[in-house]
């Protein structure tokens, strides 16, 4: 889980999409992912957690169903949400975690 640890705790913000290969609705996030991505480019880190492969990070974050959607920031927990969500949706909701921060 290290590596998933130090890329949370970063400054960008990063999307996690836990899903599962067997679960629909995660089918339809990835295309919607890679149109986020082309949309908010590097300011975002976007990763897909296979929670049948990654059991570990899926209990931590106790993640109930799939898909479930967390936006971290310096590794904490800044927003989440389970289910299908367009990527304009997802941009409105990244947009205030993309500022720097000014109380820092």
């Given at each position: 889980?290290g590596y998933?640890s ?8 990063v999307l996690?999409?836990f899903?599962a290969?067997?679960?629909q609705?995660?089918?339809i ?5 890679v ?6 480019g590097?300011?975002v ?7 049948d492969?990654n ?15 967390i ?6 927990i800044v927003?989440?949400q389970s ?14 975690f993309?500022l720097?921060?000014e109380?820092?």
């Amino acid at each position: 889980m290290g590596y998933f640890s130090d890329i949370i705790e970063g400054e960008t913000p990063v999307l996690v999409d836990f899903f599962a290969e067997w679960c629909q609705p995660c089918k339809i996030m990835k295309p919607i992912l890679v149109q986020l991505k082309a949309i908010v480019g590097d300011k975002v880190t976007i990763l897909k957690i296979d929670i049948d492969k990654n059991r570990e990070v899926a209990q931590k974050y106790h993640i109930q169903s799939v898909p479930t959607l967390i936006i971290f920031k310096k590794g904490e927990i800044v927003w989440r949400q389970s289910g299908v969500m367009q990527a304009r949706e997802l941009e409105q909701i990244l947009n205030p975690f993309l500022l720097p921060d000014e109380n820092k």
